[in-house]
């Protein structure tokens, strides 16, 4: 099987331009003077969420479409038609509120390796909480002051989808890790939460300072 196939990159190109449209009434690019006399000024918001919302969701998505198929599963990415349309239109009618789901990994036969698909159903939200410390070490490095409006919606962005996906219970990731393997969910919750808090309250440590 190949490791992707020319279908799931259209459907992930299409993703791409449908989250940043749906997010980009959030997340919008930090202007200046002349970002004024540009003529299509959403077409840079739409743009600007794309490069940050997509590869929070895109990345994740593949990393169980990757564990799967290193367990030798048959993992097939796919999009959400109703999830997307259901964005789609709740940006269209400036919702203060965006709930969808928009991308999935089917793998056959996973379910019945429950301890292989733990591993899978982690692979996603670890991969947040990868993208968390990323975005967190690019602000401490002060490597790129440019992007760092970015770099903190993207922290934003993944904690959320890190906490959002390991709530144990219903069709999220963390249901499934905890079905297949609850001491590995606890461990996960537990250390991955406190270094979280624990980076959390350094920064408002920071920002108190101010």
């Known amino acids: 099987m190949a490791i992707i196939s020319f279908d799931e990159i259209i459907k992930l190109l299409i993703l791409t331009v449908a989250l940043g449209y749906i997010f980009s009434g959030f997340i919008q690019k930090p202007r200046d003077v002349l970002d004024y006399l540009r003529p299509f000024p959403a077409f840079d918001n739409i743009k600007y969420a794309a490069i ?11 990393a169980h479409k990757a564990v799967g198929l290193y367990f030798g599963f048959d993992a097939v990415l796919g999009i959400s038609t109703i999830g997307l349309g259901l964005g789609v239109v709740l940006r269209f009618i400036r919702s203060p509120i965006i709930f969808f789901v928009p991308a999935f990994v089917i793998s056959s036969g996973a379910a019945y390796f429950p301890a292989k698909f733990a591993l899978l159903a982690l692979a996603g939200p670890a991969t947040n909480f990868i993208l968390y410390w990323i975005s967190d070490w690019a602000l401490i490095s002060r490597n790129w002051p440019k992007y760092n409006h970015a770099f903190i919606v993207s922290r934003r962005i993944n904690i959320w989808l890190l906490i959002l996906n390991m709530i144990p219970f219903g069709f999220f990731d963390g249901a499934k890790v905890l079905k297949g393997n609850p001491t590995l969910y606890l461990a996960v919750v537990l250390i991955g939460g406190l270094l979280i808090y624990k980076n959390e309250q350094k920064w408002k440590n920071y920002a108190q300072k101010f």
Request: proline share 9%.
């Open 52 to 62: 940050i919302i997509a590869p929070a969701i895109i990345l994740h998505e593949l």
